[in-house]
């Protein structure tokens, strides 16, 4: 009988560390989801995937849980309120929510919902996205912070829209540009509201700590600030100078890089408002980081709290203005991954396993066979626990003269495949051997990696978890259910493109910190359904997502909690093959009119029956209309 417990596979797999209270496992070995917090309403993540199932949706799913954003939103603003009343802070906190993290409608449209409150606002990186922001944003006096590159359009419509009542902020990341939205503001006899991005020497930490620095893409230098203000200062706008902003990367990991680009941004801000500009804000930007693997000293990582985060922030610039004797500004955030990374999880299911386990030898080799055969077959009789050790190395060593006496044409095919197997027979020994023996970590961590299963999963890295590939950013992966049983492989996923980059190899390990090579999961159980779930991937994720072999956006829906269940508030359907083609410039009916006619043709010919074609074309028009992940046959 195992011992094995739902408490030890929440263990194993960290969840209570980077779950942040949201996700947990419960007592039926289910992860259950909570967006209020333990002692709130929770779902059976298992349990709502087979209702979704039921009701038509599709696997993979991503799942999306708005109480989780509206419980985000008010731990940031709860946290800067602490932190304001802690120090006597005499600013305001006026977060604003970065669309281009994710700009999916639902998604911006509950961020708006549950920030009113808070007076929470959105910034718009280009000019779609600032007409995307312009639709959607109602709230009064929330800021419209404009950053990214602009022309002439993109500053006419920021400008005209503060005649609609927005609090609109230009945010000048180029020198050119101020040139441009004077001579808008000229034009539309409007006082613009404008905005300095400083580019800091300090720079950031974690993947991304390229877009800081003195070398970032975006930024004005200290000698470009300067000549700004004198330009702003001789066109009788100096006043119109609102906001200086800095940025210092995203999901930066430690709070010193955070603490030092604040001092060297809160002195830009003191320097330029004893100038004579009307500064009221000061933006820090992103770089608030999430905790992706709970282990606290990776880059996937962060080494402070979001309360640390707020009083540091509070805390520097109070002190830095006291000072200079300048009034506290009203502190900006752009925390978007902070805001919304938790609230979606992405659910799959396993379609098949390539397993190298071997529990019996090949037939035993004979005299007559090539002595590498000999070899093996006398390592697979000799190994025990005292020479394990030895017999481990004589193992690898076999395996290299095996790949070089095929080559070299001394051994053929079926010897190469009789070799292959007796291998993986000695490995899975060894394996369960070297398990009852001690000091033999090393031994088991090479064998597992030789052993490790590969599980084939249906969905497409490149489209729902494009920073895992691009930049090896980790992310939780368990199991959604059968965590009562004790999972008793080790595995890599490999997703359905036909590409040899579309694997997750590496999983993360809470105790460590350090990524591991593969991933502890059940027995897979051909016709049964097995279902992994990827967390923490609402940042970013669906809006990089690319179109690798043409799999498309998959399924969404969009629950919500109460006291007695739950309500499905939105589905939003995975594209269909013919909306994915359209992508790429192919018309469903011109491609349906060409194979009818090679049909007809080969009709002709008497290489296809006419049920065989009418089939066929049935099978393929199905097809454009199907989700270009894989389905179960009804």
Known sequence: MSNWSPEKSADLFGINNWGNGYFRINGSGNVSVTPMGANGPSVDLFELTQDLLDRGIRVPIM???????????????????????????????????????????????????????????LECGSKPELLVVLALMHTPDALIICNGFKDAEYIETAILSQKLGRNTIIVVDRKEELKMIIDVAKKFNSRP??????????????????SS????????????????????????MLDCLELLHYHIGSQVPSIQSIKSSLKEGARFFTEIYK?????????????????????????????????????????????????????????????????????????????????LHRNEPPSPASKSDPSIMQDLQYIFEKVN??????????????????????????????????????YFTIATKMMIMAKSVPDTDDIIANLSKELCDTYYSNFSLFQSLPDSWAVGQLFPVIPIHRHEQEPTREATL????????????KFIDTKSGEPKETLSLHQFNIGEQY?????????YQEILGDLH??????????????????????????DTVTEVLSYVQYGRSEMVDNVRQATEESIQKGTITKQEAKLLIKHYEEGLSGYTYLEELE
């Not at 709290?305 to 300048?326: F, M, P, R, W």
């Not at 193992?395 to 070089?404: D, G």
């Open 63 to 121: 799942i999306r849980f708005p109480d989780i954003i509206k419980a985000r939103v008010e731990l940031l603003n709860n946290c800067f309120s602490k932190a304001f009343a802690d120090h006597g802070y005499r600013g305001s906190y006026r977060g604003v929510y970065p669309i281009k993290v994710n700009q999916q409608r639902h998604l911006v449209q509950e961020l708006v919902k549950y920030g009113k409150d808070y007076s929470m606002g």
């Open 193 to 210: 509201k404008i905005g300095f991005r400083a580019k800091l020497n300090t720079q950031g930490a974690g993947k991304w700590v390229d």
């Open 213 to 236: 620095g003195a070398r970032s893409k975006f930024g004005l230098t200290s000698v470009e600030i300067v000549d700004g203000i004198e330009v702003l200062k001789q066109e009788g």
């Open 275 to 355: 100038m004579g500009a009307g500064l009221k804000y000061i933006d820090v930007g992103g770089g608030l980081g999430i905790d992706y693997d709970g282990s606290g000293n990776s880059d996937s990582s962060v080494n402070y709290s979001e309360q640390e985060y707020a009083n540091d922030i509070v805390s520097v610039l109070q002190t830095l203005c006291d000072e200079k004797g300048i009034p506290h500004p009203s502190i900006v955030t752009e925390s978007g991954r902070f805001l919304v990374a938790h609230h979606s999880v992405l659910v799959f299911n396993v379609m098949g396993v390539n397993d």
């Open 385 to 422: 626990k005292d020479n394990i050790n030895e017999c481990f190395n004589d193992l690898f060593q076999a395996k290299q003269e095996t790949l070089q006496l095929f080559t070299y044409g001394v051994l053929s095919l079926e010897q190469r495949a009789w070799c292959e197997s007796m």
């Open 494 to 505: 490999a997703d359905l493109t036909c590409d040899s980059d579309g694997v997750i190899e």
């Open 531 to 539: 279902y992994l779930g990827v967390f923490l991937t609402g940042a």
């Open 549 to 574: 072999n043409l799999f498309g956006d998959t399924d969404a829906v969009h629950i919500s909690l109460n006291g007695i269940g739950y309500t499905i508030d939105h589905y939003v359907p995975g």
